[in-house]
């Protein structure tokens, strides 16, 4: 069973800028495709953004899209979420999750990082 553990939320104002870290435990990092995963008080989770295994494709829901950019660190099985020009409606308590070899559900997840954007 995978472990992940995300860290880097905090309270930051409009327009500043954060970033979420995710590290995985075991020695398959490299080979899953990795997201991100945000869920607003009250409201349901929803996608953020994806990266491959590799690195090379990368997708982003539109209301992140020019302002987060999410990569990898294989060697060091970490996965990253910058968040830039954040905004109030950003707030919410931020997820990653790894994507399952055979289908295009997320299986295992963190246990997550609030980010609180003032106005």
């Known amino acids: 069973q995978v472990q992940l553990v995300e860290s880097g939320g905090g309270l930051v104002q409009a327009g500043g800028s954060l970033r979420l870290s995710c590290a995985a435990s075991?020695?398959?990092?490299?080979?899953?495709?990795m997201g991100w995963f945000r869920q607003a008080p009250g409201k349901e989770r929803e996608f953020v953004a994806r990266i491959s295994s590799s690195g090379t494709n990368r997708y982003y829901a539109d209301s992140v899209k020019g302002r987060f950019t999410i990569s990898r660190d294989n060697a060091k099985n970490t996965v990253y979420l910058q968040m830039n020009s954040l905004k109030p409606e950003d707030t919410a308590v931020y997820y990653c999750?790894?994507?399952?070899?055979?289908?295009?559900?997320?299986?295992?997840w963190g246990q997550g990082t609030r980010v609180t954007v003032s106005s």
């Open positions: 999750a790894r994507q399952s070899l055979f289908t295009n559900d997320y299986n295992q």
């Open positions: 075991g020695r398959t990092f490299s080979t899953y495709t």
